[in-house]
């Protein structure tokens, strides 16, 4: 079994920032890949960010130049750092994990809030 903790998420003001972490343990042979999801309310599932083993990264349109993505592989453990919020970053936060040799894994999600 594989378990997914997040941390990180809370209440900022616009232009604001956040770092979200995700900690996966449990049993781990290696990871594929590692990202970000969110869904606002009345909206659908999104992806934000993932980082791919040997390094590919790719962000939402939406976030780009302000969400950086960033994973530690001897912590299995995956971060997003986010500037600039907006109002419209407001939503859950999911953390998805992709194993080697498979099966994909949610965190339980953390909720962002961007108000003045």
């Known amino acids: 079994q594989v378990e997914l903790v997040e941390s990180g998420g809370g209440l900022v003001q616009p232009g604001g920032s956040l770092r979200l972490s995700c900690a996966a343990s449990g049993s781990i042979f290696s990871i594929n890949r590692m990202g970000w999801y969110r869904q606002a309310p009345g909206k659908e599932r999104e992806l934000v960010a993932v980082?791919?083993?040997?390094?590919?990264?790719n962000y939402a349109d939406s976030v780009k130049g302000r969400f950086t993505i960033s994973r530690d592989n001897a912590k299995n453990t995956v971060f997003l750092q986010m500037n600039s919020l907006k109002p419209e970053d407001t939503a859950v936060y999911y953390c998805k994990v992709l194993l080697i040799p498979g099966g994909n894994y949610w965190g339980q999600g953390t909720q962002v809030t961007v108000s003045s």
């Open positions: 980082i791919i083993s040997g390094g590919i990264i």
